[in-house]
């Protein structure tokens, strides 16, 4: 598949999906910015805002389940690159400096979830 195929380009707002939705793909900002973020009704809490070289729903590509959270763009022009299951797997065999970046990644998410988890419930 040609790299121009794989990648998309967002404005400000747009949805690149939504909460519950089911997917395989990771996808990593070429330029912009895209927002995780919990919607519910007329609430957005934004979770994370990536940038450039950052990635976003390696949580479905990697166990199949529904979209954790909301992916949206939060600046004109934000361009992004899709990476299906199988692209994924095949990186992942490949290179294992790939898998070491998704690992670190990963685990530093987990520590921030973690902490801001603690947080909210030393505040109960």
């Given at each position: 598949?040609?790299?121009?195929?794989?990648?998309?380009?967002?404005?400000?707002?747009?949805?690149?999906?939504?909460?519950?939705?089911?997917?395989?793909?990771?996808?990593?900002?070429?330029?912009?910015?895209?927002?995780?973020?919990?919607?519910?009704?007329?609430?957005?809490?934004?979770?994370?805002?990536?940038?450039?070289?950052?990635?976003?729903?390696?949580?479905?590509?990697?166990?199949?389940?529904?979209?954790?959270?909301?992916?949206?763009?939060?600046?004109?022009?934000?361009?992004?690159?899709?990476?299906?299951?199988?692209?994924?797997?095949?990186?992942?065999?490949q290179q294992?400096?790939?898998?070491?970046?998704?690992?670190?990644?990963?685990?530093?998410?987990?520590?921030?979830?973690?902490?801001?988890?603690?947080?909210?419930a030393a505040?109960?």
């Amino acid at each position: 598949m040609a790299i121009e195929k794989c990648i998309n380009e967002y404005g400000v707002g747009d949805v690149i999906f939504e909460e519950g939705s089911t997917g395989r793909e990771l996808f990593v900002v070429l330029d912009g910015q895209v927002e995780i973020a919990k919607v519910n009704g007329g609430n957005k809490t934004v979770i994370v805002a990536l940038g450039k070289g950052e990635f976003f729903g390696e949580m479905a590509v990697i166990d199949g389940s529904s979209r954790s959270a909301t992916a949206i763009a939060a600046s004109s022009g934000t361009r992004v690159m899709r990476i299906n299951h199988a692209r994924f797997v095949y990186l992942v065999s490949q290179q294992p400096a790939f898998a070491l970046m998704i690992m670190d990644a990963l685990s530093k998410r987990l520590r921030a979830s973690n902490d801001r988890t603690f947080k909210a419930a030393a505040n109960l």
